[in-house]
């Protein structure tokens, strides 16, 4: 079962129910092979401290890693060089079969940012 999130909730409401759905995808993998998170956690941070210069994943990131390992959407929000690139990746490193599609369309919103502001600039005289 998926839960809604309505733009009423609070973010500690929207997080409790990321972690919620987060659960309950571990439950339903769990009862279908064996999954186990702490053993699959284990792994993301066995990989990242081999690949990523020693520097082991932070929590929130092991929690988007394995929504994603799971098959669950999720959105990553965190600043500048606070490795939010990292969770898309961790599956890739347990499995050769999995594949990561990243779009990052910012030299397109950039180009169309500049554009609009130009064209006010010079619309407004």
Not at 2 to 30: C, F, G, M, R
Not at 69 to 84: F, H, I, M, N, P
Request: glycine share 4%; charged share 20%.
């Amino acid at each position: 079962m998926t839960t809604v999130i309505t733009p009423k909730d609070s973010h500690t409401e929207w997080k409790q129910k990321s972690y919620t759905n987060l659960v309950n995808s571990q439950e339903v993998a769990n009862k279908i092979s064996s999954y186990s998170s702490e053993n699959t956690r284990k792994a993301f941070t066995d990989a990242c401290l081999c690949r990523c210069n020693n520097q082991p994943p932070y929590p929130w990131q092991l929690d988007a890693a394995e929504a994603f390992y799971l098959g669950l959407d999720c959105t990553v929000l965190a600043g500048t060089g606070s490795r939010k690139s990292l969770p898309f990746v961790m599956p890739c490193m347990l499995s050769s079969e999995k594949v990561v599609l990243v779009i990052s369309p910012l030299n397109s919103l950039e180009e169309d940012q500049v554009s609009r502001t130009t064209y006010k600039l010079t619309s407004y005289g």
